[in-house]
């Protein structure tokens, strides 16, 4: 998580600036945003792993955007805000946050606050070694896909794809989600190689007619991943 993607969501150019020169300097990805709007869609479109959100935008209250968000994202929301009252701090925790800085805030704060969260998310990553789902076995540590204790041979993408649906089976991911997360791009070409590498992969994890179907098809939409007890 060295290149943590963060979304800065600030309208005044000074803040914004600052931020995003720090982040930059630390090896940070940003996606900047200036108003409450183009925060959401950002946010769903580019999924970072990080939100930093200014609470007073030119369109919208900033906890307009944790609510937003909230409803289909636990992507950590790092609130930085000009308002010091302790009610507009727990407005934003109760809505969702996860973390509170008050302008004028240090730099080193800042980044302090940033690794905090990453530490958080990778120890999330890294305390699952093995996904474990109905007779489907995948162990991360050594890149092994197991059904019914038998080693499947998956090619690097249809690893990486049932990777990717694993680490969130039971959400709906988007054919974007997916394409990003595989090939960093989102276009078109791409969701037809995806719906290739599915098929593939679902042929590999589900090969009798009565084997369980792990992977549901949103139609128009994406993929889940369903958790089979
Ligand atoms: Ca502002």
Same mark, same amino acid.
């Given at each position: ?10 309208? %005044?150019?000074?803040?914004?600036n ?15 945003a ?7 869609m ?6 970072? %792993?990080?939100?930093?959100?200014d609470?007073?935008l ?35 925790? %109760?809505?969702?946050? %996860? ?13 302090a ?39 499947l ?77």
């Amino acid at each position: 998580m060295n290149n943590a993607s963060i979304l800065v969501v600030e309208d %005044d150019p000074p803040i914004s600036n600052l931020i995003t020169t720090t982040l930059k300097a630390h090896g940070y990805r940003h996606i900047p945003a200036s108003n409450g709007e183009t925060a959401i869609m950002l946010a769903a479109s580019n999924r970072p %792993d990080i939100m930093l959100l200014d609470l007073g935008l030119p369109d919208c209250d900033g906890v307009e955007v944790i609510k937003k968000v909230r409803t289909w994202s636990e992507m950590p929301i790092i609130v930085i805000s000009a308002r010091s009252d302790d009610r507009d701090k727990i407005e934003a925790l %109760d809505s969702g946050a %996860d973390d509170y800085l008050t302008k004028p805030f240090s730099v080193e704060e800042l980044l302090a606050r940033i690794r905090a969260t990453i530490r958080r998310l990778s120890s999330a990553v890294t305390a699952d070694a093995k996904f474990v789902n109905g007779e489907l076995t995948i162990d991360y540590a050594a890149g092994s896909v197991f059904l019914a204790g038998e080693e499947l041979h998956l090619t690097p993408i249809e690893y990486k794809l049932l990777c990717i649906l694993a680490k969130n089976v039971g959400k709906v991911l988007t054919h974007t989600f997916i394409t990003r997360s595989i090939w960093e791009s989102a276009w078109e070409s791409n969701v037809g190689s995806l719906r290739v590498f599915m098929a593939t992969l679902r042929k590999k994890i589900a090969p009798l007619p009565d084997s369980p179907q792990y992977i549901q098809t949103h139609v128009g939409v994406g993929y889940r991943m369903i958790k089979i007890d």
